[in-house]
């Protein structure tokens, strides 16, 4: 026979979770920036970069090496911009390099405990700048959508 104090510390463990202790899988989080890379002689047609360097500005290390035409950037949350050096390594030995800035603010919806609470982005205008002048290899930035909501579709558009 099991004795009561056990089945009664069973039975306060079991009451004494709440349905916000774990957060699922599946909640939505942050949703991160899409960039889309276009061919901005045919602005309709996708362009994808290879070994594209991407640094967040005051960040030490690399965020990412990517090839593709379509990236997913975190923004900052405890800024109203986030910039990001962007060096593209090109069949020559030269290195390309842009700077953009994209001007953003944040709205935060609280979630629940487990989980804290998940950003929403909404660009400022205007939405972005670029931060360097000269031979660079982006040709144009282009907003898609100003909010910034999930990641089914692109956000910026980059042509190159």
């Known amino acids: 026979m099991i004795p009561r104090s056990i089945i009664f510390l069973f039975l306060l463990t079991l009451i004494s979770c709440e349905k916000d202790d774990i957060c699922l899988e599946g909640t ?8 889309l890379f276009k061919d901005h002689q045919n602005p ?6 290879s070994e594209l360097l ?3 500005i005051d ?14 950037l975190p923004l900052r949350n405890n800024f109203e911009f986030t910039q990001y050096e962007l060096t593209w390594t090109t069949s020559t030995p030269t ?3 842009d700077t953009i800035q994209i001007n953003h ?9 487990a989980c804290g609470y998940k950003s929403t982005y909404i660009f400022e205008d205007p939405s972005h700048y ?13 907003k898609i ?5 999930d990641e089914k579709s692109a956000h910026l558009a980059i042509y190159h």
């Open 145 to 149: 959508k100003d909010t910034i909501t």
């Open 44 to 49: 309709e047609a996708k362009k994808g970069v």
């Open 59 to 72: 960040r030490e290390e690399a965020l990412i090496t990517f090839t593709g035409d379509s990236v997913a």
């Open 105 to 113: 603010r944040q709205f935060d919806i609280y979630l629940n405990r």
């Open 54 to 56: 991407i640094r967040g």
């Open 130 to 142: 670029m931060l360097t002048q000269g031979a660079g290899w982006i040709e144009k930035l282009e």
């Open 28 to 35: 939505p989080a942050t949703p991160m920036m899409i960039v």
């Open 95 to 97: 290195l390309l390099s």
